[in-house]
């Protein structure tokens, strides 16, 4: 009986990190070749302080705990790129947003974590 338990915990981690449907992912290295792409809207959905710490300036910083009550700031029709500091909340993001309407969202693989550059 407690193996049951113990997977339906694993299984609840897994589906919270799967993406949603119709969500993208991009790497690191194929972000740094959109940055300057004035088409595409780039979201940091971590907190102030780690925002602050280190962060891509292309970036604009809507922490994920305000971000359904600031999605009228944004344009749905852009693509949207999410990023955070491993990727979990920037995939919580793009499921948010996915259900707003955004119809273009990609979310960073590995978050500001696997960012060189």
């Known amino acids: 009986m407690e193996w049951i338990f113990i997977l339906l915990i694993i299984g609840f981690f897994v589906w919270r990190m799967m993406p949603a449907k119709g969500v993208g992912s991009v790497s690191t290295e194929a972000l740094k070749g959109m940055l300057k792409d004035k088409s595409k809207q780039f979201i940091d959905v971590r907190t102030p302080a780690e925002y602050k ?9 809507i922490p994920l705990n305000v971000l359904k009550s600031q999605l009228g700031g944004l344009d749905k029709s852009k693509e949207t790129i999410v990023i955070c500091q491993s990727g979990v909340r920037s995939a919580q993001a793009a499921k948010i947003l996915k259900k707003a309407g955004f119809t273009d969202v990609l979310n960073v693989t590995g978050g500001m974590s696997a ?3």
């Open 115 to 117: 960012w060189r550059g």
């Open 53 to 61: 710490g280190r962060h891509l300036k292309e970036f604009n910083n």
